[in-house]
C-alpha cells in the first residue's frame, strides 16, 4: 500500500498535539498521541465522528491529576492516520495493534460522541476492563440522536458526495472563522475548564475539526454510514462494566440514549451531567477517567 504522506502541522494545532505513529500488518500508519501522566493507568481514548485525536487535549490536565497515560489516537483516514475501508468491527484490531506497540496489557477505554460505538468495539480485546461513554451514540435501533445526526446519517447512506460537500464548506468555514463557529456543532456555548478558558477550548474544538477533515471528508463518511446501520457486535454482549455519562441538555446525543444503553448493556450504570454535548466532556471528563481506569491493573 503507498504511503500517504503527513499533514503538515499548523498554527491552528496545539503544539502538544502532534503525533507519532506505528506501522500496522498491513502497511498502513496509525497516528496516536498520548496526553496526561505518561508512566500512569493506560485509557483508551475514542474520538468522535466528525473527530479527531485532538479533543482528548481537553482531558489533559484531569488525565494528569488522575494519574492517567490518556492514548488518543486518530482512526483510519483521520488526521495522520492512513485510510482503510475499516468497520466499526476492525477498529477493536487497529486499537490491540497500538496497546501491543505501547507495552499495555491491560487498559480502560473511553468514548466520546460518536467514538462510543468504537469503544464499545473494544470490549472483546482482553485488555480492555473497562468503558465509560461520554455522550456517546448508540445503535441506530434506538433512535434518538438529534435531527442534524439523522440528516447527516441518510446522506451518508443515500447522497455521500453531498455529504461530502457539506464537510468540505464546513471546514473552509472553520479555517476562516472565529473558533466559535466550530463549537456551534456540539454545544450551545463554549465551556471552560479547570486548566483552559473558554476561548482555549474553542480553539481545540475548532482544531479537532480540521483535524478530522485534514485527508477530506471520506473517512468521516465512512463511519457516519457505519454508525447509522446496525452495529456488528449487540449491547447484551459487551462484556466489561461500562459507566455511561449523558447529558440532560445533550441536543446530538439525546438523553434517552444513555438511559438505554445502561438498560440494554449487560454491566452499565447511568451518570446524568447537567450540560450539553461538549460540555458533558469537560464536565465529566475526570469522572469518566476515573471510571475507566479501576482495577484495570493485574
Do not use: K
Amino acid at each position: 500500500m503507498p504511503s500517504a504522506p503527513p499533514v503538515p502541522a499548523t498554527d491552528w494545532l496545539p503544539a502538544d498535539s502532534e503525533t507519532e505513529s506505528l506501522s500496522l500488518p498491513d502497511g498502513r500508519r496509525l497516528a496516536y498521541t498520548t496526553y496526561g501522566a505518561a508512566d500512569g493507568d493506560p485509557v483508551l481514548f475514542c474520538h468522535g465522528t466528525p473527530g479527531s485525536h485532538v479533543i482528548a487535549r481537553l482531558l489533559a490536565a484531569p488525565a494528569r491529576e488522575r494519574s492517567v497515560s490518556l492514548i488518543a489516537p486518530d482512526r483510519p483516514g483521520i488526521g495522520n492516520s492512513e485510510d482503510a475501508p475499516a468497520t466499526l468491527d476492525d477498529w477493536p484490531d487497529d486499537a490491540a495493534h497500538l496497546l501491543s506497540h505501547l507495552g499495555v496489557d491491560a487498559a480502560g477505554a473511553v468514548g466520546f460522541s460518536g467514538g462510543g460505538p468504537f469503544a464499545l468495539a473494544c470490549h472483546r480485546l482482553p485488555e480492555i476492563r473497562r468503558i465509560a461513554l461520554l455522550g456517546g451514540s448508540g445503535p441506530p435501533a434506538i433512535g434518538a440522536t438529534g435531527r442534524v445526526q439523522q440528516f447527516v446519517g441518510a446522506l451518508s447512506r443515500h447522497a455521500p458526495w453531498a455529504l461530502g460537500r457539506l464537510f468540505r464548506l464546513q471546514r473552509w468555514f472553520a479555517v476562516r472563522r472565529d473558533p466559535s463557529y466550530a463549537v456551534g456543532f456540539v454545544a450551545e456555548e463554549t465551556p471552560e475548564t479547570d486548566a483552559l478558558t473558554a476561548d482555549e477550548v474553542a480553539r481545540v474544538v475548532r482544531a479537532d475539526m480540521l483535524t478530522a477533515m485534514a485527508r477530506g471528508p471520506s473517512a468521516i463518511i465512512r463511519e457516519q454510514r457505519l454508525l447509522s446501520q446496525p452495529w456488528p457486535f449487540a449491547l447484551e454482549d459487551v462484556s466489561v462494566p461500562v459507566t455511561v455519562f449523558q447529558g440532560r441538555a445533550d441536543a446530538n446525543v439525546a438523553p434517552s440514549t444513555g438511559r438505554t444503553l445502561v438498560r440494554r448493556l449487560p454491566e452499565a450504570s447511568l451518570e446524568l451531567v447537567d450540560s450539553d454535548h461538549l460540555g458533558t466532556l469537560t464536565a465529566a471528563g475526570e469522572d469518566a477517567l476515573a471510571a475507566a481506569r479501576r482495577r484495570t491493573r493485574v
